[in-house]
């Protein structure tokens, strides 16, 4: 089976990812993740495949919490540092342990990944593999393992094997781009505090990011989560960020914690259901949904008409007429008009009569006042 895949990988154009085949076939592959390399060779390479298995022992009189690999008769000290690197440790050292029967050698296209991929074959089919596809070509696919842990730690995670590739530069979408920048400058800043920390990303609806770091103990887990520092350093780089995706929560949980029920917490990512320490951005991850709707508003539906104002049961107030072409007005509007400046006009009319025959009309009331006095008198 391992064979087989190093073959598909190899048959692969120099311009196409591997890392699809192998995230699709981890089973086929020995991964630096929660201490089970030992047990994937075993089941891999040793009695099954008519080698002896590798044993690890945990107790030492002279050292305290000291590891041993043994391989036929031979027996290794592990030199853990008892962080997030001490399952690549552990593979480096059964790498040198057993290379005489299995030699192990680096997936360079895992690089990106936080758990690393290494393929082990015996060192007669990695020959073979080099004769049938080339030296070159395979060690662009695979990288050699070394007896120096950090010269080879260093080869490994080198700057360069960070690839991307023309296919999958043409499909990466905007969002992978920006939350894999992100998910880099979290990175940083979590090796800052822990250098055992590892960061994982998930998106949902193409817009709320959430992150999660995992660490190896509770200890830690609750000392970078209540790190002010950390906390202030994420805030300066939100501030930078793009708009197109929101960070939703950084969560954060310890190896410690995962392995007492790995299987559940990853297919049913409670880091993102908020089963795990937080720090938490705009609303909980519950109103995601909620929050795109409104965001997406004006997209998604078209304007509402403005709603109609009640019926009214008085009378609708009559539609004034239309004036007349040359200006005119309309006969029914001059009726009213002349109705209603009558008592106006003789009012006027009064006043201005007045006002011109004062004169006459005293003489006249002299004269009939005499009249009737002289009448009164007889």
């Known amino acids: 089976m391992q064979l087989a895949a190093a073959r598909t990988i190899l048959a692969l154009p120099r311009d196409q990812d591997s890392w699809p085949y192998i995230n699709a076939n981890v089973e086929t592959f020995i991964w ?35 590891t041993f690999f043994s391989y036929k008769g031979k027996s290794v000290r592990v030199p853990l540092v008892f962080g997030r690197e001490d399952n690549f440790i552990s593979i480096h050292t059964l790498s040198q342990l057993v290379r005489k029967d299995s030699e192990l050698r680096y997936c360079i296209d895992s690089t990106h990944s936080s758990d690393v991929a290494f393929l082990p074959l015996t060192p007669a089919q990695w020959r073979a593999l080099e004769a049938e596809f080339g030296r070159e070509a395979v060690a662009f696919r695979f990288l050699a393992i070394g007896p120096d842990l950090e010269a080879f730690s260093s080869l490994a995670f080198a700057d360069e094997n960070l690839r991307t590739y023309a296919c999958e530069a043409e499909e990466a979408t905007p969002v992978d781009t920006i939350t894999q920048g992100i998910k880099e400058q979290i990175q940083l800043l979590a090796h800052m505090n822990y250098s055992c920390a590892a960061v994982h990303t998930t998106v949902i609806l193409d817009k709320f990011l959430h992150l999660l770091i995992t660490v190896d103990t509770d200890k830690q887990r609750d000392a970078l989560r209540n790190n002010r520092t950390f906390k202030r350093q994420v805030d300066l780089l939100r501030a930078g960020w793009p708009a197109d995706v929101a960070l939703q929560s950084i969560s954060f949980q310890s190896e410690q914690t995962i392995a007492l029920n790995e299987g559940r917490f990853w297919t049913s990512l409670w880091w993102v259901d908020g089963a795990c320490p937080a720090l938490r951005w705009d609303r909980t991850p519950a109103d995601y949904n909620a929050r795109l709707q409104e965001m997406r508003a004006d997209e998604l539906e078209p304007p509402r008409p403005p709603p109609s104002a009640p019926q009214s049961v008085r009378a609708p107030d009559p539609v004034p007429p239309a004036p007349d072409p040359i200006g005119r007005p309309h006969p029914a509007e001059s009726t009213r008009q002349a109705e209603s400046k009558k008592p106006e006009e003789s009012k006027k009319q009064e006043a201005t009569f007045l006002s011109k025959h004062w004169l006459t009309i005293a003489f006249f009331s002299f004269f009939l006042a005499v009249y009737f006095f002289g009448k009164t008198l007889q």
């Open 32 to 66: 630096d993740e929660h201490g089970l390399e030992v047990d994937e060779w075993n089941a891999m390479v040793g009695k099954n495949a008519g080698f002896e298995d590798v044993t690890a022992s945990y107790s030492n009189p002279d050292e305290e919490h000291a």
